[in-house]
């Protein structure tokens, strides 16, 4: 049996649709187990990529793959393995407790995309038109004021405030779609999901999250009442550093239909090697958010005793501004620490007298990386602001090598 067909039968699904049966598990099991087909003898575990641009297709074009910018199989899985680990607990299917889903991705249908930002390029340009108004943080990622110029150049009213203390609140009204982004990068801030998602609907507005930092480990943003979860499986859910992915995730069929239809005009799909690393690398995601997270919260702990650190934000801290909405509605607190040093010159001793931290921009690999986020001037942060990202070193030997290289650039 060939890959594809292999995949066809395994799993029985629409390209996209969940069809797992991880009911009960934990996030260790459904992250080893997400989106595998049903075993097929002298198969592999994990079918291989499928490169293909067409498939044998005679007569009329039925069934999933007609052509490679619609569909593949290496795609179909990867999908069904997002779906698994994005879908709510109690949904319909869904299981209860830790594990990420009964039939698992149940009502959850996933797209991938060639990045993160073609991914949240692909929720905004399919659901507004001229005349819509839309909601952004106006303290999220980089390339967010390239997006928001570009919604004005197309007629769109675009409203921005601060993710914390919920802000997008006072600007919501009126608005076709609320963008949300917690915690937001490179800040920190977090916002009431749920809060904003009830207003958000209440007002007739959808709801998108960029789950990026958290991952679905972290939050489950359609638990949470979004109608779109979306990120960058560039960072943390791949985890090292080597592909660019993104996804929508998303339980009405006729939205995702929208962002399916934009995906096959625009054309930003990923390659199948891509699609199939990032299906690799899922397996050992609760393994790295474990182990990054615990780093993540013992770098920030080492940081508060340091006079020279101002600013200093970690969701898991229990003195954090935003450790309280935090707690309630994530279940790990990501692996970026962000913090500011007096100035400039400062921060650049610092990162280049660290040893065990790449000065690398990004997060969520399993080597940590830090970079100095003022030197690309699309934040709105101060000179000597720090964002560091937490690997999968030891905790002593990153915690050892963070405090060396603060000594070390004082002088």
Known sequence: MTDSAAI?????????????????????TNAVRAGLPEPVKHEPTLPGPVFAAHFHLPGDPT??????????????LLEQAIGELEAPVGSAGAATGEGSGGEAGAGVETLVFASGMAAISAVLFSQLRAGDAVVLPDDGYQALPLVKEQLTAYGIEV????TGNDA????????KLLW?????NPGLDVCDVRRLADAAHARGALVAVDNTLATPLGQRPLELGADFSVASGTKMLTGHGDILLGYVACRDAELSASVRGWRKIVGAIPGPMEAWLAHRSLATLQLRAERQNANALAVAEALRGRGEVTGLRYPGLPDDPSHKIASQQMRRFGCVVSFTLPSRERADRFLYALRLVDDATSFGGVRSTAERRGRWGGDAVAEGFIRLSAGSEDPADLVADVLRALDESAG
């Not at 066809?8 to 260790?28: V, Y």
């Not at 409203?159 to 601060?162: H, I, K, S, V």
């Open 159 to 162: 409203r921005t405030a601060p």
């Open 180 to 184: 949300i982004e917690t915690p937001s």
């Open 8 to 28: 066809a039968a395994g799993t029985g699904a629409e390209p996209g649709a969940g069809a797992g049966t991880n009911a009960g598990l934990g996030d260790g």
């Open 168 to 175: 997008q609140l006072d600007v919501l009204d009126g608005a």
């Open 63 to 76: 069934g999933p793959y007609t052509y490679g910018r619609d569909d593949n199989p290496t795609w179909t």
